[in-house]
């Protein structure tokens, strides 16, 4: 499935410069930094849950889909971890919130994000994407994301979820904390995020994820062909991400 076109554009950005040139070299650098990423962190979930609705879809009745039972098992255990997590001192927290408090430890700036969040829940997310004062590159982004999500296409979801995000995520996050001096870095919180995805996505997550388009794709050409083509859009897209926050630094 990981055919060569995607390995090109994944070792594009698994290598981009933001990451690996010390770009983030102070606090301030990595304050703002996170002030965009925030908004990469939100959307995956809105990622994940669109693949739970496709794989475990919830209504009044129940109906069995033994075709994709491991695909369900396996969506249902990263929901789990992503909204409930245990924080360091073993409360319950999703990643989301365990993010934000890392951005309030390095005293960098929640409010945008959380009135974008709060035009979401009453305007819904093209109104928030239209209106909100956020970050440009954070827009483009969440709209590429969003895109995908309204095809309605499982396999796309899919592809977008697993090599667009779990499975770059533990390389990315290893890149970015060797530019980061974690001893005299004061964000314990911060730094656990940062570990617990490169820990859960290299070891469960990401093999999962490649195992999961497999089966949702069934061996059909053209689903094939289309779930690489939204991995390499999905990718793509957080390679300009990561250029237009660069050019920002």
Request: hydrophobic residues 40%; negative net charge; aromatic residues 10%.
């Amino acid at each position: 499935m990981l055919s060569y076109k995607v390995k090109e554009h994944k070792s594009l950005l698994e290598n981009h410069s933001l990451l690996v040139t010390n770009t983030i070299q102070s606090m301030d650098d990595l304050r703002f930094f996170m002030e965009h990423h925030v908004y990469a962190v939100w959307d995956f979930m809105s990622l994940a849950k669109a693949l739970q609705d496709h794989v475990c879809p919830s209504g009044v009745t129940w109906l069995p889909n033994r075709r994709i039972r491991s695909c369900a098992r396996f969506v249902n255990e990263i929901i789990l971890g992503e909204e409930s997590d245990i924080d360091p001192n073993g409360e319950y927290i999703s990643h989301f919130d365990l993010y934000l408090q890392g951005m309030l430890e390095i005293g960098a700036d929640v409010t945008v994000i959380n009135r974008f969040l709060d035009t979401v829940a009453t305007h819904g997310i093209d109104h928030a994407l239209s209106v909100s004062n956020i970050p440009e590159p954070s827009r483009r982004f969440m709209r590429s994301t969003f895109d995908i999500i309204k095809r309605k296409q499982a396999h796309e979801i899919a592809a977008a979820f697993s090599f667009g995000r779990e499975s770059v995520i533990p390389d990315m996050f290893r890149r970015l904390v060797s530019q980061l001096d974690l001893n005299n870095l004061s964000a314990p919180r911060f730094i656990y995020y940062l570990d617990r995805h490169i820990q859960v996505d290299s070891e469960d997550h990401g093999p999962a994820a490649a195992k999961l388009i497999a089966e949702l794709c069934n061996y059909e050409p053209v689903k094939i062909v289309e779930a690489e083509r939204t991995a390499i859009e999905a990718i793509q897209a957080r390679i300009l991400f990561w250029d237009k926050v660069e050019e920002k630094l």
